[in-house]
Each structure stands twice: as C-alpha cells, then as structure tokens.
C-alpha cells in the first residue's frame, strides 16, 4: 500500500525520467569524442607535412620556434588560468551576470595582451635557451632563423589563452561542440601552410632559402599563426548562438559589484599560483645546490 507522499499533488504531473539529459550527454560525449579523434588525425598528418616539406635544419628552427608559446603560455597562465577561469566562469554564468563575464575577460585579455608583448621582446634570450647547448655553427644557423619566426609566433600566446577563455566559456553553457573541432582547423590551416611554402620554394626550402625570400619567412610564420586565430575565431559562433557576450569592460566596475569581486579573485589567483610557482621553483634550486 503506498504512502500519501508517494501520490501525485492533484493538478500536477511527476517529474519526467531525465532520458532527455542522458540522451543529449551521449550525444556531447559522442560528439567530443569525434571532434579529438580528428583533431589527432589531422595533428599526424601535420607532423608527417613538416618532416617532409622543410629541410633537417630548417625543421628543427620550425619546431623550437613554434613549441615555444605553448611553453610560455603553459609557464606563465596555462596553469592558473585552468584552475581559476572555470570556476568563476561557471558561477557568473549560473548567476547570468554579463558584466561579470565582460569584467572576466578584460582581466584576462589585457594580461595575455600584456605577455605576448614581453614574450616578442625576449624572443633572442627564448631562443637561445633552448639552443646554447648545440655546436655553435648549428646553434648560429638555427638562431637565424628561429628567431624572427619565433617573434611571428609568440601572437598565438594570446589566441591560446582566448581560446581556453572563449572554450571554458562555451563548457559552462554546456556547448562542447566546437571546442572539440577547433584544433582541427588550426592543423589543416598549417597544413595548407607547409605545403604552400613548399611549392613557393619549388621544393623543401631551407633556412638559407627562408632566410633570403621575406615572403617565404611571413608565409611559413604568419600563416602559422594565423592557424591559432583560427582556431579561436571559429568559437565565436557558438558563443553567439549560446547568448555569451563578447564585448570588454570598458570602464572601471562600481565597488563591490559582482564583476569587480570576480575580476580581484581572479588576480588573485593570478597571484597565488605565481608565488606559489616561485616559492617551489625556488625550493627546488636550494635542493639541486645543497
């Protein structure tokens, strides 16, 4: 015999099995999962590109180069941003706070604005931490020309860290679509890229051949780069179709606002992983010295 609180309040209806909610996350988890699997198979065909569209010399400048702003994004930002974007994106998105989000993103736009800019300035010094090991006739040549790409190639500091911006952004709306295929059109981009370097050298080019032709140099940087804007670029339409504003505090918020309460905390997570990143690389040479 059932209880009085198991029956129906008369007027309304039980609530419906969440088949719904289990079938659009099936859905998601599919569609993610299609999203990485092209995003590798496109990311292997990209490596295969460059081994067989540069030179040894020229190949190995491209590499440091273009590996450098993912280590500087991931040194500086990566790791805050990781563990302190989502929480406050998904708390002003729950609450529906747009100034919130708008305040967000300024703080986090103008530091990677900020680094980027530092970064393209300490190009020569990057670059010649990871080559001060080699033979010096090596390490001249591959300084030649892994500097200028690399100073091309620290922009895309910048258009990483939207990227995570803009897909923590979409995650929180539960719109995982795009973030999924995205990198796949960075890899196709630069695809594209290498082979037309290529055919413009008529061949492999080399660093001397790079070198000599501006126009190869931009192509084989520029276009690169232009492989992370893309990247980010392609999840704006998502973020318009999920009612994500896109827009930038332009001015100070009100004391005690929310946007300012989530923009301080979010400096100040900027700032306790960056002392406590100090205080442990710090640690570790005491260690290696003692």
Known sequence: MSEPGDMPVSGQHPAPPPVRSAEHLLRSSMVVTAGTALSRVTGLVRT??????????????????????NVV???ILGGVLAATLVPVLVTV????????????STVITVSLVVLTLVAIVAAPWIVRLYTFTLDPAVREVQESVAVPLLRLFLPQVLFYGLTALFSAMLNARRRFAAAAFAPAVNNVMVIVVLLA???MAGGAPTAQSVLADPLQLWLLGAGTTLGIVAMALVLIPAMRAADIPLGVESGLPQSGGPPHRDAVGLDAGLCRHQSGRSGRLAGSG???GS
């Open 197 to 199: 370097v290529s055919r």
């Open 73 to 75: 994004y991931d040194l």
């Open 93 to 104: 998105t729950d609450n529906n706070d747009r100034n919130a989000l708008r305040a967000v």
């Open 48 to 69: 295969i590109v460059i081994a067989f569209a540069l030179t040894t010399v020229l190949a190995d400048a491209y590499n440091l180069a273009n590996t450098a702003p």
């Open 286 to 288: 005491q260690r290696l």
